[in-house]
């Protein structure tokens, strides 16, 4: 099979959708929300790649090959998510959104369920059936996401994530990949890429030979939404305590600044999290509020004594799947079950939106949040390897 990869065209959004799904069936992930995400970033930021095939992939049912670094995951809840960040930009499929603060804000009360993020896990009972494993519409058989950490505090660091069909492994498509990508890094003035890789006992020897370093685990937890038992609120809220949503955190000034501020220290607190830059509220707000995975109907703010002192973000692909895009609480607040107040909140409103599976990740050293996930009902699904390479 001869492999050619080229840069990634809007018209290529969803077969690069249906190559996710089928090499990582737990993608929470839609072609609109892919569009955003490729249009909201800068070039230099935020590049895509495509693999496609020229004669006959391999067949169903193959060993999958010495693993490719991988789609990103959110590493721990109580921090920001993997090494893409969490940015977007409106398609072509639909008009830009104003860039003014107070008209995002406007967007809080209609977020509806949309298109999620993506998570590098192994089908298991908690994920929906797998996607097509041979080849995607168009012969696209892999695909790559690479571009620089917008908000690290080292200049010069790079991501660079791939997934390949199941069929079309183990023949040089997630090395043309890599390289490629790679190539392109170093053009963006990259100095050294992150990626994850599956902790199979495959994918790690693939970016070791690469010369990635395997840095840090991380989990992937899923349950089953539909069935599982989530626990009710306490009856009343400890004296204080109000549970509510963004939009009522926003209120009519439309300020959601409380939440940032909040967010900016979780982030810092974060296990294994590299150091990372205080994005102004604008690009917080424009990155994280306007993505179309992010589903602000669906998460949860706790307040104590009108501060915000917990939260829960809500990330959906509008049809069944769920992704915690952030769970968090401030320092001054911990201890007290509120992470764990506003997640099942989120989680039980997601549930009765009509989603059935949840899934979520955490840096293995993350112990308060893993326990908090473990007391929801989610067991570990897979595990993943953080990994870097100095270009």
């Not at 300020?255 to 909040?262: I, T």
């Not at 307040?303 to 973000?313: E, I, K, R, T, W």
Request: net charge positive; glycine share 12%.
């Amino acid at each position: 099979m001869k492999i050619t990869v080229r840069p990634f065209h809007p018209q290529d959004a969803e077969a690069t959708v249906a190559v996710r799904r089928a090499a990582v069936p737990h993608l929470v992930g839609t072609a609109r929300s892919l569009l955003w995400e490729t249009e909201q970033r800068p070039e230099h930021e935020r590049y895509r790649l495509i693999a496609e095939q020229h004669g006959q992939p391999g067949q169903h049912g193959q060993r999958p090959q010495p693993g490719q670094p991988a789609e990103s995951a959110e590493s721990a809840e109580t921090g920001s998510t993997g090494p893409t960040g969490r940015t977007g930009r409106p398609g072509p499929t639909e008009p830009a959104e104003p860039a003014e603060p107070a008209a995002l804000l406007g967007r809080l009360g209609r977020l509806g369920h949309r298109p999620g993020r993506t998570a590098e896990i192994r089908h298991s009972g908690h994920a929906p059936p797998p996607g097509p494993r041979t080849a995607a519409p168009g012969g696209l058989v892999g695909c790559a996401d690479i571009g620089l950490i917008a908000d690290s505090g080292t200049p010069g660091q790079g991501f660079v994530q791939t997934m390949v069909l199941p069929a079309a492994q183990r023949a040089g498509v997630g090395g043309a990949l890599v390289a490629a990508a790679e190539e392109r890094l170093r053009a963006m003035g990259a100095v050294r890429a992150h990626t994850w890789a599956a902790d199979d006992g495959v994918a790690p020897d693939f970016a070791e030979r690469r010369g990635y370093r395997c840095l840090r685990r991380a989990r992937i937890l899923g349950l089953d939404l539909a069935t599982a038992r989530l626990p009710a609120p306490p009856a009343p809220l400890p004296e204080g305590v109000v549970l509510c949503t963004p939009a009522e955190v926003a209120g009519e000034a439309g300020d959601l600044r409380p939440l940032y501020e909040a967010d900016v220290e979780c982030a810092a607190d974060e296990p294994g999290a590299a150091a990372s830059v205080r994005l102004p509220y604008e690009v917080w707000l424009r990155h994280n509020w306007l993505r179309p995975d992010w589903d602000a109907r669906l998460s949860s703010v706790v307040l104590v004594d009108g501060a915000v002192a917990a939260y829960s973000v809500a990330q959906t692909d509008g049809v069944d799947r769920y992704w915690s895009g952030m769970t968090g609480t401030r320092r001054a607040f911990r201890g007290r079950g509120l992470a764990a107040l506003a997640k099942a909140d989120s989680l039980r409103r997601s549930r009765a939106a009509g989603y059935r599976h949840a899934f979520t990740g955490n840096d293995a050293a993350n112990a308060a949040m893993l326990g908090i996930n473990r007391r929801l009902g989610y067991t570990v699904v897979a595990s993943q390897w953080r990994c870097a390479k100095t270009l």
